[in-house]
């Protein structure tokens, strides 16, 4: 229900477009309306809030199965302790630049947040705390311009999702990660 509700919304957008900009003799409130129908219907246009963290047993076996794969081209462990200690989400960390780093005062422009409101332009500084100036310090030592982590996220994203179901950890994702971070 929540991605046909998206893929509605995405709709709408395309119908209001055609029917304005091009004059098009279209019911721009078709997506809308069918968007409405969903909930007679029985499905939920609302994500449910998840609440899943991962154990330190998970991310041991995690941790474990990343090292001793010799082909993975991703620093898995690093990106997810990166990730544990910013609280940052996977995009975030895979657009992030060293030219955006402040080694003074340890911190990262951390370039369009995501905000409900503000969707460009939305850059926010945010300090590198010791555990993620751990991660980025070695980094910058080696490189001075580019991407921090420069890895496709969705790359990063399968990587985890495969090591989950080799090890048989069940409805863990990456951005479970985030949860885990603001709790502690």
């Known amino acids: 229900g929540v991605t046909i509700a998206a893929d509605l919304s995405f709709l709408s957008a395309v119908l209001k477009w055609g029917r304005h900009a091009r004059q098009l003799d279209i019911p721009e409130r078709l997506a809308l309306d069918a968007r409405a ?23 041991g076996r995690l941790y474990a199965r990343w090292a001793t794969m010799k082909q993975q081209v991703i620093p898995m462990q690093t990106v997810c302790q990166f990730a544990l200690a910013t609280g940052m989400r996977q995009g975030e960390i895979t657009r992030l630049e060293i030219e955006d780093i402040d080694q003074e005062a340890r911190t990262v422009v951390i370039r369009d947040r995501k ?9 926010q500084t945010v300090p590198l705390l010791p555990d993620a100036w ?10 001075k311009t580019g991407l921090l982590f420069p890895y496709d996220e969705h790359s990063i994203s399968t990587s985890f999702t ?3 179901r080799a090890l048989g950890i069940e409805d863990l994702h990456f951005h479970d990660l985030r949860h885990r971070a603001t709790a502690q």
């Open 37 to 59: 129908s969903l909930a007679h219907r029985g499905l939920t246009t609302r994500s449910q809030e998840r609440t899943r963290e991962p154990t330190d047993d998970e991310l």
């Open 115 to 123: 905000d409900p409101r503000n969707k460009k332009g939305n850059d």
């Open 134 to 143: 751990a991660i980025v310090a070695p980094i910058i030592a080696e490189r």
């Open 162 to 164: 495969r090591a989950t």
